[in-house]
């Protein structure tokens, strides 16, 4: 990459999405996201020849097991309908007038005549807000309280004396974050921290799977001590939404106040909410393609991807259909086949729930709780309905999109 000034930064795994695609400098932004995507369209052949072998290979096991589609065959050892999929996909293509106030909002506030994939993680905020480790793991205890003592007693343990976090940047660690473990040990956290509000919303989010893994090896036998990834969503995104809930009745920084919103929005929403449900509906026509016996090939492929991107970004954002029609290929999600759309229903569960403690609602801590402990002893579907929400219709996703807008609306607000 090459800022303003010419001076050259090295791209890296780790420092991509983490610092160059959210620097201030708008040429950083541009020439990392050029050349890291430049890199993928020159091999665009080989990943494309790729992801159509796994898809194949998913067509030939639904017909062998007799399914109607290989949706059906995905969400069928779950017990989930495919009309949760499609719910979803419904759902989120009528909300998408949502998504394209926020993009005019955030290019007006940018000052920019149009805006690109690459400054959906540009600052909004004129000055950054630091939050030290130790800081972030009590503003995450304070707005995780109504879950009671004991749950806030061993996050923060597992963060400050039990060492669950390997959280700093250091040479050659990997990009993203993720939690891990096994029954029989505490669960273990990768991070990179930078004492952002993005980095502390990243810390809840992993510390909501940690609690997740936690509370169910304490609590199932081992044959049940695992969860579908149907549900693994839903509890990383319940704190985020805790967090903010929190923190938007509690802090009167304004600077904070956008720099949070923005990573609700333009971080954790945008990844969640319409990377990862654009992402579901190329997977889905790619399947059928496939299923009907049409070919897949990196042209298809790329320009399926750009123009659902075109569709998802509306009429003010520029989209570079070489570049972004790739984006595809840097999810490696879709090896795990119907994997993606579980983000999105994820976020809706986990809004759903925490809105029911944000309300005040009777007894909603304790379902909740009912959920972590559940792990895999009865079906995905089956849990979220006992804790309270029901993802066979659409009204989770549709009160997710009604907080997205309302941080939409206070965004607005702040920034005049």
Not at 201 to 224: D, F, I, V
Request: hydrophobic share 40%.
């Amino acid at each position: 990459a090459t800022d303003s000034k010419g001076k050259k930064i090295e791209v890296t795994q780790g420092n991509f999405y983490s610092s160059l695609l959210e620097h201030p400098d708008r040429k950083v932004r541009q020439t990392a996201f050029d050349n890291y995507m430049d890199k993928h369209v020159e091999f665009k052949n080989t990943l494309a020849a790729n992801l159509a072998t796994s898809i194949k290979n998913n067509v030939f096991f639904m017909r062998a097991r007799e399914h109607n589609s290989t949706l059906e065959a995905s969400l069928f050892n779950n017990n989930i309908p495919v009309e949760v999929f499609h719910n979803l996909i419904n759902t989120f293509k009528k909300n998408l007038p949502v998504w394209h106030r926020y993009f005019e909002i955030r290019r007006k506030a940018l000052k920019l005549r149009e805006i690109t994939y690459y400054d959906m993680w540009a600052p909004l905020a004129k000055k950054k807000t630091k939050i030290p480790f130790e800081k972030a793991v009590d503003l995450i205890s304070e707005s995780l309280a109504p879950l009671g003592r004991e749950y806030v007693e061993t996050l923060r343990n597992g963060c400050l004396k039990e060492r669950w976090v390997d959280r700093y940047p250091n040479k050659g660690k990997a990009n993203g974050a993720f939690s891990y473990g096994t029954p029989g040990t505490h669960p273990f956290i990768m991070m990179s921290y930078t004492d952002e509000v993005g980095s502390m919303s990243t810390l809840a989010h992993e510390l909501g799977h940690s609690m997740h893994s936690y509370l169910t090896w304490k609590n199932q036998p081992m044959p049940y001590s695992g969860y579908s990834l149907f549900v693994a969503e839903v509890a990383s995104n319940f704190n985020q939404a805790m967090m903010r809930g929190h923190l938007l009745k509690t802090i009167t920084d304004k600077n904070f106040l956008i720099a949070l919103i923005e990573e609700a929005v333009g971080g954790n929403f945008f990844r969640y909410f319409f990377q990862m449900p654009t992402l579901a509906r190329f997977e889905l026509e790619t399947h059928q393609r496939a299923e009907r016996g049409e070919p897949l090939t990196a042209d298809s492929m790329q320009n399926l991807m750009a123009d659902l991107f075109t569709e998802g970004f509306g009429p003010n954002v520029k989209v570079d259909r070489p570049r972004v029609g790739m984006v595809w290929s840097t999810f490696s999600h879709l090896f795990a086949d119907y994997y993606v759309y579980q983000y999105a229903t994820g976020i809706s569960g986990a809004h759903a729930l925490s809105g029911r403690i944000l309300r005040g609602e009777k007894n909603a801590a304790e379902d909740y709780l009912g959920f972590l402990k559940a792990g895999s002893s009865d079906y995905a579907l089956n849990v979220l309905k006992k804790a309270g929400v029901d993802l066979t219709t659409p009204k989770a996703v549709e009160e997710t999109f009604a907080v997205m807008e309302s941080y939409i609306d206070r965004l607005e607000e702040l920034i005049g």
